[in-house]
């Protein structure tokens, strides 16, 4: 069984960081990409930053470059978004989620979901 769990989430003032955290198991290599996307009240769910498991680019969103940060570690199959200089509208639910080789960062791409964790900016 594939599991993905999110982590790290919570109520930050602007400017503020938070640290989420994407832990996968259950696959049969580490050969696996991770996206994180979120999901704000009323809206669709997006992008943020998706890391492919090889011979790709990662992708990042144009609204959080130079503020988001991703990095992998595969020997503990974790995955860490670092958020910087967070602003109101980055208040969404972000969610993990885990495939062999998606060959774009959108949600049909990706079967395996974690539960989401809120992250609120609010001064």
């Known amino acids: 069984q594939v599991q993905v769990v999110e982590s790290g989430g919570g109520l930050v003032q602007p400017g503020g960081s938070l640290r989420l955290s994407c832990v996968v198991s259950?696959?049969?290599?580490?050969?696996?990409?991770i996206g994180w996307f979120r999901q704000a009240p009323g809206k669709k769910r997006e992008g943020v930053i998706c890391?492919?498991?090889?011979?790709?680019?990662?992708y990042y969103a144009d609204s959080v470059k130079g503020r988001f940060t991703i990095s992998r570690d595969d020997a503990n199959k974790t995955v860490y978004l670092q958020m910087d200089s967070l602003k109101p509208e980055d208040t969404a639910v972000y969610y993990c989620?885990?495939?062999?080789?998606?060959?774009?960062?959108?949600?049909?791409?990706?079967?395996?979901w974690g539960q989401g964790t809120q992250v609120t900016v609010s001064s």
């Open positions: 259950g696959f049969t290599s580490d050969g696996y990409a």
């Open positions: 890391i492919p498991s090889r011979d790709s680019r990662t």
């Open positions: 989620a885990a495939d062999s080789i998606p060959v774009a960062c959108v949600s049909e791409m990706y079967d395996y």
